[in-house]
């Protein structure tokens, strides 16, 4: 597995400063009431944007599609304006009206595919995104410009982002612990799970889980907030296992996937690692495949 090279560290003074966010002003009845028909026209305004932001891309300008400073910039700014889109059905029509365009030249086409795939899939992405890639993989199944075999290789990927998903209950499955005895995720008791997959030959592992461990400020957080660290290898390497316990604090949860049912019935997508989940008390997910700087953003903010 590769390990993700990107920063995302908040310190905890910025954390802190997250605190003081400020309660809007109360607004007259008047006001609001004149600031509904408002509302209700800038998000319309927004989809109306959004279906149309490829209107005046050429498709078939190969040079234009394939400069990083046109066609990729088109894209990153496209997905930017999609990820503030919360109907699924809105974000579905774009990206298909945006693919229909593409089909004109089948380059274009395989181009923007494959940069969907990096910004949105890839794991060393930072724009990683399993809802926004849901929509680009619907397209590539339902589409007519592939063979059935081509469609194929995506139905596999199609069944993991779908897996897990914020809202839905996290796949249950059994771990052995250090003392040999096993335990199933869905028995651990704790207001909030933080669920770490990690590789003991990944260095990035090793930094977040350091940082978990020895900052003080985040111990005491998580404590008092009755969080419980999961952190599991599903490699299958159990001398590797064992070796690397002494990285863990003895108050985590240590696991190892002795049967390596994790990776062989595909129960999680770990594309990289570490992968993270936060789950609540109900062991429902929270945040999916995510950084550890937005596990501490979930807790830190305002209600």
Known sequence: ??????????????????????DGNNKSKKESNETIPQKASSISAADSSLL????????????????????EQQLADFLGLLSKTPDSATRDKAVDLMLDKAKSNRTSFDHFVKLYERYLYDGNSPMRNDILYE????YMIKTDLLSDLEKEAYRPVYKLVLRNKVGQPAEDFSYELANG?????SEVKAKFTLLIFYDPDCSHCKETIHQLRDTPQLVQAFSELQLQIVAID????????????????????????????????NLYDLKASPTIYLLDEN?????????????????VQPN
Not at 1 to 22: E, N, P, R
Not at 181 to 185: I, P, T
Not at 284 to 289: E, F, P, R, S, Y
């Open 1 to 22: 597995m590769k390990s993700s090279t990107l920063g995302f560290w908040l310190s905890i003074g910025i954390i802190v400063g997250l605190l003081w966010a400020c």
């Open 52 to 71: 149309h932001f490829w209107d005046k891309f050429d498709m078939n300008d190969s040079t234009q599609v394939k400069n990083p400073d046109k066609g």
């Open 135 to 138: 929509s680009v993989l619907r």
């Open 181 to 185: 005895s096993k335990q199933k995720l």
């Open 234 to 265: 599903p490699w299958g390497d159990r001398s590797k296992w064992k070796n690397y316990m002494s990285e863990m604090s003895e108050k985590w949860i240590n696991g190892f996937d002795s049967d390596s049912k994790i990776l062989s019935f």
């Open 283 to 299: 062991k429902n997910v929270l945040l999916k495949d995510t950084y550890l700087q937005q596990v501490i953003q979930f807790f």
